[in-house]
């Protein structure tokens, strides 16, 4: 079975980090998985952090749900999970999407509301960005370096190189950003 992750708001929600990890999920290095509720909450922040207006932001979550159509686990299948949960009351949600969609981690820079032994309890391992990006770096570099190169290219205003690429990666995964630029 291919490596799955569910993919809190936390790492969907900066713009240079979202684009990494779903280029690189593109990639097939791994399926990403998320919620309603985890969507919602990325396009509330962009709206009241005044980062996206509501059409942007709900713009942006359909093309997410239309590039990954198999991504959404389901409310009612959340709902049914979320009790057992003992990680932070805030994020239970998050931790019962990872059981659902048989997730082996859960990426998010909240690693406080993800305690080992809650998730140790239901299977699932807590992972921060740079070290999720970094073990996909390791499983297939070219891969990555192409997802890059993708996300890289796309940027035209202002277009940027790869090393400005890796610096405002760096603000969220600065090792990553590191182990790439060194491998350069």
């Not at 809190?8 to 990494?20: E, G, H, I, K």
């Not at 999720?132 to 190189?161: G, K």
Request: glycine letters at 2%.
């Amino acid at each position: 079975m291919p490596f799955a992750a569910v993919l809190d708001a936390s790492v969907l929600y900066p713009l240079p980090l979202r684009d990494t990890l779903l280029r690189v999920a593109e990639s097939e290095l791994f399926i990403p998985y998320w919620s309603e509720q985890i969507l919602s909450e990325v396009t509330r922040n962009l709206i009241d952090d005044g980062r996206a207006t509501p059409v942007q932001a709900r713009n942006l979550t359909n093309a997410m749900r239309e590039a990954f159509d198999a991504a959404t686990i389901t409310e009612d299948v959340i709902a049914q999970l979320e009790p057992a949960m003992t990680n932070d009351p805030k994020d239970r949600h998050v931790l019962a999407a990872a059981v659902a969609s048989d997730a082996h981690a859960v990426v998010t820079l909240n690693l406080e509301h993800f305690p080992v032994a809650a998730c140790d309890a239901v299977g699932v391992e807590p992972l921060n960005p740079d070290v999720f990006l970094i073990e996909m770096y390791r499983l297939d570099e070219d891969a990555v370096r192409a997802a890059l190169e993708r996300q890289r290219a796309a940027l035209r205003s202002p277009p940027l190189q790869l090393n400005q690429l890796l610096d405002r990666l760096a603000v969220t995964v600065p090792r990553f950003a590191t182990m790439v630029r060194s491998a350069t």
